[in-house]
């Protein structure tokens, strides 16, 4: 079994930084890509970064030269240094894991509250 385990959330400024780390354990075989997504009440999740296998990087062009994403390949950890915030960074943002060999799986982190104040 897979887990998720994401920290770092919380209440900061408009301005401000926070800086989230999602560390992956359980039998996970070949992880394809690692990222943040995240969700406010009554919408979509939304993809904000991913880093896949080889070290590429997307990101939504909300959050692009604000955010940064980053793994620790020996740790099975992503972390999401986000600068610059913006109160309509407010979300539950949410670690995602793809993995797997021929199958492909999908896992989910259970969330973490960032809420900038104005």
């Known amino acids: 079994q897979v887990q998720l385990v994401e920290s770092g959330g919380g209440l900061v400024q408009a301005g401000g930084s926070l800086r989230l780390s999602c560390a992956a354990s359980g039998s996970i075989l070949s992880i394809k890509s690692m990222g943040w997504y995240r969700q406010t009440p009554g919408k979509q999740r939304e993809l904000v970064a991913v880093?896949?296998?080889?070290?590429?990087?997307n990101y939504a062009d909300s959050v692009k030269g604000r955010f940064t994403i980053s793994r620790d390949n020996t740790k099975n950890t992503v972390y999401l240094q986000m600068n610059s915030l913006r109160p309509e960074d407010t979300a539950v943002y949410y670690c995602n894991l793809n993995w797997g060999v021929g199958e492909l799986y999908a896992s989910w982190g259970q969330g973490t509250q960032v809420t900038v104040s104005s």
């Open positions: 880093i896949r296998t080889g070290g590429t990087t």
